[in-house]
């Protein structure tokens, strides 16, 4: 048994009082642990949680552990975008500023613990049927894994209850799970049994009728879709005569400049515009950008033509997938224009590389809310009833941690969660959130993470290879199959003390 070296902060559970999070400061108060319990408001802005965690401070020193408990809560999905930001600030990015707030504290000499529980299932919302707690609260397992590739000597621990319990038989669990060293993150309580996730490698067999193929008569709404692997797996799905509608954050690009279409490489171009600026003390970052968004318009505008080479009815719309007042209004207009919408890929995602301990709000929430309030959009706004397919592209970084992508992990844990929540809902659609690792030629990642991944013994995707596993998963994968890895990596040798495969999971 190994007491924190320092307060251990607790947030509060919605019950308030009555809830988890006294008993819990309670058990360990008795076991001699110091502890604080901070005050709910300070989970809605960062501004109120940096003077909640300075008292603290001034109170009882350092912080040795946080103990994040606001997920929970028995309640029914939100109806608005609204009152899902509020949850996604209270469970996930009150966490991630905590943290921040606890790092210059946690020093390498120091057994610091980082513990998020959360109330789906006792099985991570995995385990086909409703779950009492929201996807939210169980999407944090990326970024704890994240913070301790980041500061090894951190302890993380993501822990799942089913509202079986008690309050007070989840608050000495809780005080076991943070008194008592091991080296899971992931830990489960259905019906009160330790259990352990990890990943299982399977082997798909062939359906002589698959469970999904798309048709030539389909309406497909691709989100980020112009480039990269959505775009390549769009083309591998594309039938002629399919209505494809393509969002991305730009307007579909123009046509090139004759001065600059003739210039076919990088060094061609920023030499052209180098010589274009001299004279106006145009910075180089300036230069750079703009070589950037040519390149990019190039691959979009020739991306679009191939896609409408190849017989589909392409419709491109430039829009803010996190603005639910553009995006879903759109999605209703095209429910309106062509009747249902059969298969969703949904890609969009951006990412903004940074340490946990530099990175920005404002960043931290282009990078969550891409991901993950868009994915509630599409949550409000799509019609099951018509819905055969919906594919999330997660990443391997939320399942598994990556340096560098604590918000970005955050999100595709999210995104893993919230898929498990609807395949229970919307029983007759596919759904599936693929965790890609890194693309060999084409993806987000940047060379440095790709680097990451590589030492890390995760191997890069060929693209032809990662497009026929998402084929294949649609066409022969079960439908209570959700979270889905893709590709090769150090899991394959994870050894459990206790492996529970939940059939939603592979």
């Known amino acids: 048994t190994t007491l924190p070296d320092g307060v251990v902060l607790i947030t509060p559970d919605p019950s308030g009082p009555s809830g988890v999070a006294p008993l819990l400061a309670t058990a360990l108060a008795s076991r001699g642990a110091r502890t604080h319990v901070l005050d709910a408001a300070a989970l809605t802005c960062d501004e109120r949680l940096t003077t909640a965690v300075a008292d603290a401070r001034r109170q009882h020193g350092r912080v040795g552990a946080v103990v994040h408990l606001s997920a929970l809560e028995k309640s029914p999905m939100p109806t608005t975008l609204d009152a899902w930001k509020s949850l996604t600030q209270r469970d996930a990015k009150s966490l991630y500023r905590l943290v921040q707030l606890c790092l210059d504290d946690w020093a390498a000499d120091t057994s610091p613990m980082v513990l998020a529980a959360s109330l789906l299932d006792g099985t991570f919302g995995r385990r086909q049927g409703p779950s009492q707690g929201l996807p939210v609260g169980g999407g944090v397992q990326g970024f704890l894994k994240t913070v301790h590739l980041e500061h090894e000597h951190v302890r993380p621990r993501a822990v799942d209850f089913d509202g079986t319990l008690s309050p007070e038989a989840m608050a000495e669990t809780l005080a076991a799970e943070i008194l008592t060293p091991g080296p899971h993150f992931e830990i489960g309580y259905p019906q009160g049994r330790r259990v352990v996730f990890t990943a299982s490698a399977e082997t798909l067999a062939t359906r002589p009728t698959p469970s999904v193929e798309p048709s030539p008569d389909w309406v497909m709404l691709v989100t980020g879709g112009a480039s990269g692997i959505t775009c390549e797996t769009t083309r591998r799905m594309l039938r002629p005569g399919m209505k494809l509608l393509i969002v991305g954050r730009t307007p579909e690009p123009t046509a090139e400049p004759a001065e600059l279409a003739s210039l076919t490489t990088a060094d061609q171009l920023r030499a052209r515009l180098v010589d274009r600026a001299r004279g106006t003390g145009r910075p180089p970052a300036q230069i750079e950008a703009e070589l950037r968004s040519i390149l990019h318009a190039r691959v979009v505008r020739d991306n679009l033509a191939s896609l409408r080479a190849a017989g589909a009815q392409v419709e491109y719309a430039a829009l803010d997938v996190r603005n639910e007042q553009s995006f879903g209004t759109w999605l209703d207009d095209v429910y309106a224009r062509h009747g249902r919408i059969d298969g969703v890929i949904h890609g969009a995602g951006v990412i903004e590389d940074r340490l946990v301990v530099d990175k920005t709000r404002d960043s931290l929430d282009r990078v969550f809310d891409t991901k993950v309030d868009s994915a509630f959009i599409l949550y409000r706004h799509l019609r099951p009833e018509s819905l055969r397919m919906l594919v999330f592209f997660a990443s391997t970084a939320g ?92 899991w394959h040798k994870q050894i459990a003390e206790e492996s529970v495969r939940e059939p939603a999971t592979r």
Do not use: H
């Open 399 to 490: 399942r598994f941690g990556n340096r560098g992508q604590g918000d970005y992990a955050m999100a595709n844990e999210v995104l893993n969660r919230l898929a498990s929540r609807m395949a229970t809902e919307w029983s007759s659609t596919r759904i599936i959130a693929v965790n890609w690792g890194p693309w060999a030629t084409t993806g987000m990642a940047s060379d440095a993470v790709n680097k990451a991944f590589v030492e890390r013994g995760i191997t890069p995707i060929p693209t032809d290879e990662g497009c026929a596993l998402l084929l294949s998963e649609l066409r022969n994968g079960a439908s209570s199959t959700v979270e889905v890895v893709a590709g090769e990596g150090p």
